[in-house]
Structures are given as C-alpha cells and as structure tokens.
C-alpha cells in the first residue's frame, strides 16, 4: 500500500474491492503477480505431505526414523528462517521487486535439487534451498502488495496473498494426485513446485518496484507514475505529500539510529511505536503457528492414516477435502476482513480452533482406546517370525490391541473377515506387509482401523474452516500494516522469523509428540498454546481495519488497550476502542 492522505477511514467491504479493482485492473494485476509468492509457499507447506508417503517406501530408513522424517519436513521452515531473516534486509537494501525475483530463482534451484535427489541428504539440501525463497518470498509478496493497494482495500488485497498460499496448497494435493501412478511419483511432485516460481518470475519483470521505496531513492517521477496507476488524478499528489513527509520523517530517524542493519535495528527496538507493533505482530505469527496448522499442512495424510485410512491414495484424497476447505475460508477472510475488522476475525477464529482441537483429541482417544483386539490365532497365521516380537513376549498379550502393537514400531494386518474384528500383530517389514497384502487384508501402520475415522476428517474440515478466515490470513494482513513506514521492512523481517521459527518448532516436534502423547495428547497440547494465544492477541493486537499508516502509528503511539480494561473518560466511555 501506498501512503493515504485524504480519505477517512470508512467501513469498506469486499464489494469495495470489487469495483475498485474493476475499475483499475492494474491493481489486482499487481496483487495477483506479487502473490504467487503465497502460492509457492503453499505449495511448498502441502507438496512434502503427500511426496513423504512415497519418499518412506523409496527410502527404508526414512520409513524407520521418525527423526528423519520430521528433518525432511522441516528444513524448509529452517530455510525460511534464514530466508526471512536475510529478506527484511534485501527489500530495503534492493527492493520489493528484485526481492521477489531473486527468491523464484532460488525456489526453482531448490526445487530441482529435490527432484533429482539420489539419497534422503540431498532432499533436506534441497528443502532448505527452497525454504529460503519461501521465507524471503513470505513476507516480500504481502509487503509489495500492501505498499501498491488503496488503503480502503487494502486487507482484501493482502488476502489475495492468503488465498494464493492456501490455493497452492491444494493445487500440491491435485498434484500428489495426478503423480502417484507415476514412476517417480515424490520426485514429480517436489520438482513441478519449480514451474509457479518461473510463471511469477516473468510476470515480476514487467511490473513496477513499490512507489514507496522508489521515492525513498530519489525516484520521484517513477513513484508518480506509478501513483497514477492506482489512484484517481485528483487524489496523486496527497499521496505524494504523504510519501514526502513520511520519507523525510524516516531519513532524520536513520541519522541518529545508523543506515546499518545493526543500526536500523537498534532504532526500531529502542522506538516505542515499532516496540508495540512487534508485540502485536510476533503475537499474532506465533500464534498461527502454535495452533497446530502446520501439522494438518504438512503431515495431513499421515493424520489422515492415524484416523484409520490405511490406502496413500485415500488419505491424500481426504487430505484434498481438507485443503479445498482452507481455499475456502480464505475467500470469507477477503469477503470480511475490511467488514468486521482484522482483531475481530482472529479471536473468533480462535475460539472455533480450540473448540475443534479439544472435540478432535477425544475423537482421537475415542479411537484409541476402542481399536481392534489382538488375536494370537491371527498373528500366529503369518508364522512365528512375522509376529511382532515385543507382542510374543508380552506378559499379558490378551490385553493387546491395534494400538498398543503399533506403540512398540509393529503393524496390524487387519482380519479377512472385517478391518474392525481381532487381526494380527506383526513385525513392520516390507515382505510380512506384502504377504498380509497378498492375503487380501489390509495394513496399518500408523494408525488403526476405527469406525469414527471419518468424525476425525470431518473435524479436521471444521478446524480449516475456523482456521483460514481469521488466524490463515489476517496475521500476515496485520504484520503488513502494524509497523512505521520506516521500519516496515526490519519490522517484518522480525515477524517473519518468529513465524517461521515456531513453525520449525511444530513440524520438528509433531511425530515425536505423536509418539511420545498419543494424536489425541497432542491435539489436546495445541489447544493448550491456542488458548495462551487468545489471551494474547486480546491484550496486546489493536484493530487497524480501514486506517491508514500515519492513523495505525499514532495508535500504537498512545498504547493500545483492550475496551474493556481502557481508561474511562468522565461521560464512562472507554477512550480506546476495540
């Protein structure tokens, strides 16, 4: 977004948008272009579910260590940190534009990288490469975007970045889809992640740098032009006057503070207003995270498998449900967050997680503490040296079920009479899988038959739905907006690494919890940090909707409280609104 000068805030609707963006589509093309950068990263947190399915059966050891699988998985989100880190300080230094371009050249990189990969080491290579595009191009695409749109719509075109995140993450599960007859399979499915970073890369070179960084370099005349572009003539020259002033505001600041990297953050850490707004900002991104979304993200087959979906190729069509839900509930976010206003959204899309995650841990303990019995006659079936060995010396095996035999790292083989009857419990190896296969019967692994696996799939649906309006876009709507002029970009650099970095945290951690709790122990755990999180984003994230930068500015400048706790004036009204 470009700096506002003469229109007051008014409650602007996505229909706004609409006719805005009809009327000047040059507006959406810059939003649109900008934000394939949220379609890489989408695609990148929903291609590595479905491609680990395959990349276990390729790798044995990858199958075997929970540690690895968790390392493949997460190393992008260590890229993203690195790349996130490095980002505040390239759009300041080179610019929102050639920002976005490098970060496609170094997502492609990355991308290739895993296709060809020979062995699981040259993949995490390859995961971090095009972790660190994802974190530059994170928080680059809504940066760009927010300095290039009216303020009046401003939040519904930032959203356009959450529904491209949240349409690449289901084009990665049409994508596992189409491949899983392929031969290769995962290494199509992480090599075509190069193709959007190519698309975005063309379409980047035609389009203009960020008016406000141009007219911090002296280029006045280009941020005219572009100005008029996206504003009516008559209102050009307020926005230059505000460019002017914010700019001039901005170099007497960076005198004092240093030109540095060093420098620039010492002067927003020591300034009040960016103090405030990194509260807000690192709220909201680690609270994104802590909700557990990423675990649906990245592990939403497997969650799917613990559910009691055996079939790869079934819990990737479930896990299509899930995702076709979370492109939806970011078109409510575009559709309401200029209405109802960025806190708003965000605490009713808490309460509807913690809700969804507290039903899901009991569907989830409901499960496992019902699945199928062990049978001794079943297991017995398959020969001695296919047994389970933890199961064949277990003092009391007639308590055993599904279960308890996949806690010790065994499989259950199903019964040939129903999934749900007593089966077998048997060592974890391909040929006694095969052979239980052979027989007609199905295999678990990672998690039991049950006759409620669907109300589990169904929640997950419910969770996304929660999730996506409010807490899926908003917070990167609030980082974009929440900081001064002057340090917009160090200020979301920051963010941005606290985002990534409690992302690493979830997706390093979930299958070790898994394990360690049990899914329903786990969910549970999230709702916990979900809870923490809304009493958070209550107390310290003021609502900017429809505000323009200098208008956000002097709100945090006074101290934002929340209405309830804000001081009264003599008629008994709160002075701080909500």
């Given at each position: 977004?470009?700096?506002?000068?003469?229109?007051?805030?008014?409650?602007?609707?996505?229909?706004?948008?609409?006719?805005?963006?009809?009327?000047?589509?040059?507006?959406?093309?810059?939003?649109?272009?900008?934000?394939?950068?949220?379609?890489?990263?989408?695609?990148?947190?929903?291609?590595?579910?479905?491609?680990?399915?395959?990349?276990?059966?390729?790798?044995?050891?990858?199958?075997?260590?929970?540690?690895?699988?968790?390392?493949?998985?997460?190393?992008?989100?260590?890229?993203?940190?690195?790349?996130?880190?490095?980002?505040?300080?390239?759009?300041?230094?080179?610019?929102?534009?050639?920002?976005?371009?490098?970060?496609?050249?170094?997502?492609?990189?990355?991308?290739?990288?895993?296709?060809?990969?020979?062995?699981?080491?040259?993949?995490?290579?390859?995961?971090?490469?095009?972790?660190?595009?994802?974190?530059?191009?994170?928080?680059?695409?809504?940066?760009?975007?927010?300095?290039?749109?009216?303020?009046?719509?401003?939040?519904?075109?930032?959203?356009?970045?959450?529904?491209?995140?949240?349409?690449?993450?289901?084009?990665?599960?049409?994508?596992?889809?189409?491949?899983?007859?392929?031969?290769?399979?995962?290494?199509?499915?992480?090599?075509?992640?190069?193709?959007?970073?190519?698309?975005?890369?063309?379409l980047m070179l035609s389009l203009p740098e960020s008016p406000r960084w141009l007219y911090r370099e002296n280029k006045?005349?280009?941020?005219?032009?572009?100005?008029?572009?996206?504003?009516?003539?008559?209102?050009?020259?307020?926005?230059?006057?505000?460019?002017?002033?914010?700019?001039?505001?901005?170099?007497?600041?960076?005198?004092?503070?240093?030109?540095?990297?060093?420098?620039?953050?010492?002067?927003?850490?020591?300034?009040?207003?960016?103090?405030?707004?990194?509260?807000?900002?690192?709220?909201?991104?680690?609270?994104?995270?802590?909700?557990?979304?990423?675990?649906?993200?990245?592990?939403?087959?497997?969650?799917?498998?613990?559910?009691?979906?055996?079939?790869?190729?079934?819990?990737?069509?479930?896990?299509?449900?899930?995702?076709?839900?979370?492109?939806?509930?970011?078109?409510?976010?575009?559709?309401?967050?200029?209405?109802?206003?960025?806190?708003?959204l965000m605490i009713i899309s808490m309460f509807g997680i913690i809700t969804c995650l507290v039903v899901l841990a009991?569907?989830?303990?409901?499960?496992?503490?019902?699945?199928?019995?062990?049978?001794?006659?079943?297991?017995?079936?398959?020969?001695?040296?296919?047994?389970?060995?933890?199961?064949?010396?277990?003092?009391?095996?007639?308590?055993?079920?599904?279960?308890?035999?996949?806690?010790?790292?065994?499989?259950?083989?199903?019964?040939?009479?129903?999934?749900?009857?007593?089966?077998?419990?048997?060592?974890?190896?391909?040929?006694?899988?095969?052979?239980?296969?052979?027989?007609?019967?199905?295999?678990?692994?990672?998690?039991?038959?049950?006759?409620?696996?669907?109300?589990?799939?169904?929640?997950?649906?419910?969770?996304?739905?929660?999730?996506?309006?409010?807490?899926?876009?908003?917070?990167?709507?609030?980082?974009?907006?929440?900081?001064?002029?002057?340090?917009?970009?160090?200020?979301?650099?920051?963010?941005?690494?606290?985002?990534?970095?409690?992302?690493?945290?979830?997706?390093?951690?979930?299958?070790?919890?898994?394990?360690?709790?049990?899914?329903?122990?786990?969910?549970?755990?999230?709702?916990?940090?979900?809870?923490?999180?809304?009493?958070?984003?209550?107390?310290?994230?003021?609502?900017?909707?429809?505000?323009?930068?200098?208008?956000?500015?002097?709100?945090?400048?006074?101290g934002f409280k929340p209405k309830l706790f804000a001081p009264k004036d003599t008629k008994g009204k709160a002075k701080?609104?909500?």
């Amino acid at each position: 977004m470009v700096e506002g000068g003469a229109h007051p805030s008014s409650k602007t609707e996505f229909t706004e948008c609409w006719r805005t963006t009809w009327k000047t589509p040059y507006i959406m093309r810059l939003a649109l272009s900008a934000g394939i950068g949220g379609l890489l990263f989408g695609y990148d947190t929903g291609v590595i579910s479905g491609a680990l399915l395959y990349i276990r059966e390729d790798f044995r050891e990858v199958d075997r260590k929970t540690w690895l699988q968790e390392t493949i998985v997460s190393m992008a989100v260590a890229g993203a940190i690195i790349g996130a880190a490095f980002g505040g300080w390239m759009n300041d230094a080179l610019g929102r534009k050639k920002s976005i371009l490098i970060a496609d050249v170094v997502f492609f990189v990355g991308a290739i990288v895993m296709a060809v990969a020979p062995a699981p080491w040259v993949i995490i290579i390859g995961r971090i490469i095009v972790g660190v595009g994802v974190g530059m191009a994170s928080m680059t695409a809504p940066l760009y975007i927010s300095e290039a749109s009216p303020h009046r719509i401003r939040g519904a075109l930032v959203s356009t970045n959450g529904m491209l995140i949240t349409g690449g993450q289901f084009l990665s599960y049409l994508i596992n889809l189409a491949f899983t007859k392929a031969p290769g399979t995962w290494r199509w499915m992480l090599g075509v992640a190069g193709l959007p970073a190519v698309v975005q890369f063309i379409l980047m070179l035609s389009l203009p740098e960020s008016p406000r960084w141009l007219y911090r370099e002296n280029k006045v005349d280009e941020a005219r032009a572009i100005l008029a572009k996206i504003y009516p003539a008559e209102e050009v020259d307020d926005e230059l006057k505000a460019l002017h002033e914010s700019v001039e505001f901005e170099k007497a600041e960076v005198g004092t503070a240093g030109n540095g990297v060093f420098g620039k953050l010492k002067g927003a850490l020591s300034n009040t207003v960016v103090r405030r707004g990194l509260y807000a900002g690192i709220t909201v991104q680690v609270a994104q995270q802590f909700v557990g979304i990423n675990t649906v993200m990245y592990y939403s087959p497997t969650i799917v498998q613990f559910a009691g979906f055996a079939s790869n190729q079934t819990a990737m069509a479930l896990s299509l449900i899930t995702s076709g839900l979370n492109v939806v509930g970011t078109l409510i976010s575009m559709c309401f967050v200029d209405r109802y206003g960025r806190r708003r959204l965000m605490i009713i899309s808490m309460f509807g997680i913690i809700t969804c995650l507290v039903v899901l841990a009991g569907v989830f303990y409901y499960a496992a503490e019902n699945s199928p019995k062990i049978s001794n006659l079943e297991s017995a079936r398959f020969g001695n040296n296919s047994t389970c060995p933890a199961y064949g010396s277990a003092s009391n095996p007639a308590s055993w079920n599904c279960m308890t035999c996949l806690k010790q790292d065994c499989a259950f083989c199903s019964s040939k009479v129903k999934d749900l009857a007593p089966g077998a419990c048997l060592a974890a190896n391909d040929n006694i899988r095969d052979s239980c296969r052979e027989d007609r019967r199905t295999w678990y692994s990672k998690g039991c038959p049950s006759k409620i696996g669907i109300f589990a799939v169904i929640l997950l649906g419910l969770y996304i739905i929660m999730y996506a309006p409010g807490m899926g876009t908003v917070p990167w709507i609030v980082n974009s907006e929440i900081y001064p002029l002057r340090y917009r970009g160090i200020g979301g650099g920051i963010a941005a690494v606290s985002n990534w970095t409690a992302n690493l945290i979830v997706s390093e951690t979930y299958l070790t919890l898994t394990k360690a709790l049990g899914s329903a122990g786990t969910f549970l755990l999230f709702a916990g940090f979900s809870l923490i999180g809304l009493v958070f984003i209550y107390f310290l994230v003021p609502e900017t909707k429809g505000m323009q930068f200098e208008e956000v500015e002097k709100l945090l400048q006074k101290g934002f409280k929340p209405k309830l706790f804000a001081p009264k004036d003599t008629k008994g009204k709160a002075k701080v609104e909500e």
